[in-house]
């Protein structure tokens, strides 16, 4: 589901801005002075992954039935119905 939705840029930017914060945690801790950089990298990571997590929602497109799909590069003239009664 994650590869569907282009969403692995997201994922990745949010592990890198988790690992960032545990290194900041750890270096502040030894009291090194530059560790508050390594902190606004962690903040960038995490608002990066959060800005790329809502990508298919801003760029999502309705077919003609009115469904939305969430894949921006999938044609938009296959309709598929499911019709269970």
């Given at each position: 589901?994650i590869?569907?939705?282009?969403?692995?840029?997201?994922?990745?930017?949010?592990?890198?801005?988790?690992?960032?914060?545990?290194?900041?945690?750890?270096?502040s801790?030894?009291?090194?002075?530059?560790?508050?950089?390594?902190?606004?990298?962690?903040?960038?990571?995490?608002?990066?992954?959060?800005?790329?997590?809502?990508?298919?929602?801003?760029?999502?497109r309705?077919?003609?039935?009115?469904?939305?799909?969430?894949d921006?590069?999938?044609?938009?003239?296959?309709?598929?119905?499911?019709?269970?009664?």
């Amino acid at each position: 589901m994650i590869k569907i939705m282009k969403l692995q840029k997201a994922v990745i930017a949010i592990i890198l801005g988790i690992i960032a914060l545990g290194a900041y945690i750890l270096m502040s801790a030894a009291h090194i002075k530059w560790s508050r950089y390594i902190l606004e990298v962690s903040g960038l990571f995490l608002m990066l992954g959060a800005v790329l997590f809502l990508y298919p929602i801003l760029f999502s497109r309705k077919d003609k039935e009115g469904c939305v799909e969430l894949d921006p590069e999938a044609p938009i003239d296959k309709v598929e119905t499911t019709d269970s009664v």
